[in-house]
């Protein structure tokens, strides 16, 4: 059996569980003899830094590192093999089950910090530079393995999308630690594989920098029992004319090319979309991971050009692919069933146009005969024709709405 034990980065950090599994193992490796907490393991060790050495990236480390664990484990029995952090953000353990080799973790407190938050998120700093995965500030967050300069710089680069320049953070080195900002944490004198960094969790609600997970928090303190007294009043229905309101507001700053104004009109799109799932799961109807979940799930589904075994080289492909597993997924079974599913809500002369270019696909009408247009054209000719209406007291909207159910009428049979 190989036992993945994660070893802190600081003597103290070693627990009594991983403490005796140290000493019960016929073998102990470790991955550097750099490492500050194995001043605490009273016991002779086979080291991987001559592997650090010849790899050419980490996968191929870590394939390196666990078939030597496999290998060790053939000719003792039982190997310890000791990694720094907590033990489940070493890629061995993935590089172990990849090889189908019998493994355990006892994982380790992660971290020589005092970490007064209920979640901390543990990660090499190669995995937060290659994979940027999101963060949310208001959990603590440590990084290790900060082994030199450039990574330090890569990695400021990414978290000062999340924290401010003048953010405080810690940075531990061979078991010294020092108080600094993240603006300040590409220029330590020395970087090596102990080299970590601690940032404190703050789930207040007025900092300068922000995310998703933030915004989250403000909408349910604002519809908390001691919130705010008109959001919480709020249903699907009475902030629907919002969330129309809104979209709207954003393509006209598209439509200006006003990126401020754009960055602004989206954030309150996606307040909406907060808004809806925050009464959902008050009533139970659903959460915001659920819709998130559903949304991730539909991508997945439809991009079988990517995640499938179709290939498509132009966005007209793709389009077709995911046009084609939308109609598996929704279950259409005609070209009336496709046009009944149109938006009710549609504006009218939208839902004409989308209406007619969805028969054309499905081959049940063509342009042929119909006379092109310029956009000028277009415009007088549709403006006249409203004039018209007006003058003879006839809604344009419903007019044309009760056109096109009539034109999907046709196809029911």
Not at 4 to 24: F, H, M, Q, S, Y
Not at 203 to 210: A, M, N, T
Not at 294 to 311: A, M, P, Q, V, W
């Amino acid at each position: 059996m190989i036992t993945v034990i994660g070893v802190g980065n600081a003597p103290e950090d070693l627990t009594l569980k991983a403490r005796d599994a140290i000493e019960r193992a016929a073998a102990v490796a470790v991955k550097t003899q750099k490492t500050p907490a194995l001043k605490a393991v009273k016991k002779a060790v086979v080291s991987m830094d001559d592997i650090f050495q010849s790899a050419d990236d980490f996968d191929s480390l870590d394939r390196k590192i666990a078939e030597r664990l496999i290998d060790l484990e053939n000719k003792n029995g039982s190997v310890a093999y000791c990694t720094d952090g907590d033990g489940l953000t070493d890629g061995i353990a993935l590089a172990l089950k990849e090889q189908g080799a019998a493994f355990e973790i006892i994982r380790g407190v992660g971290g020589g910090a005092q970490n007064p938050c209920s979640a901390k998120l543990t990660m090499t700093a190669y995995c937060a530079v290659e994979l940027k995965p999101y963060i949310d500030s208001g959990a603590a967050l440590e990084i290790i393995e900060i082994g030199d300069r450039f990574i330090a710089g890569e990695l400021k680069l990414y978290l000062s999308e999340y924290y401010d320049a003048e953010q405080e953070v810690v940075m531990y080195r061979n078991g010294k630690s020092e108080k600094t900002t993240l603006e300040n944490i590409d220029r330590a004198e020395k970087y090596d594989i102990t080299t970590a960094l601690f940032i404190d969790g703050d789930s207040s609600l007025g900092k300068k920098r922000c995310g998703v997970a933030d915004l989250v928090r403000m909408m349910n303190r604002l519809t908390a029992p001691d919130g705010c007294p008109w959001d919480k009043a709020q249903t699907h229905e009475s902030i629907r004319s919002n969330l129309i309101e809104e979209a709207y507001e954003a393509v006209d700053a598209i439509d200006a090319k006003d990126t401020d104004a754009l960055r602004e009109e989206i954030g309150d799109v996606l307040l909406q979309a907060v808004f809806h799932c925050d009464i959902a799961s008050r009533t139970g109807e659903f959460t915001l991971n659920d819709a998130v979940t559903e949304l991730c799930n539909k991508l997945y589904f439809r991009h079988t050009h990517i995640f499938g075994s179709d290939r498509a080289k132009e966005s007209d492909e793709a389009l077709k692919f995911w046009e084609n597993a939308k109609a598996e997924e929704k279950k259409y079974v005609s070209l009336y069933d496709i046009l009944t599913r149109l938006p009710k809500g549609f504006p009218s002369l939208l839902k004409a146009q989308k209406a007619y270019k969805k028969v054309v696909k499905a081959d049940r009408a063509s342009y042929d005969g119909v006379k092109d247009i310029t956009e000028a054209e277009l415009q007088t000719a549709l403006f006249e024709l409203v004039k018209r209406a007006a003058k003879s007291g006839i809604d344009a909207e419903t007019a044309l709405n009760k056109a096109v159910e009539e034109y999907i009428g046709e196809f029911e049979k």
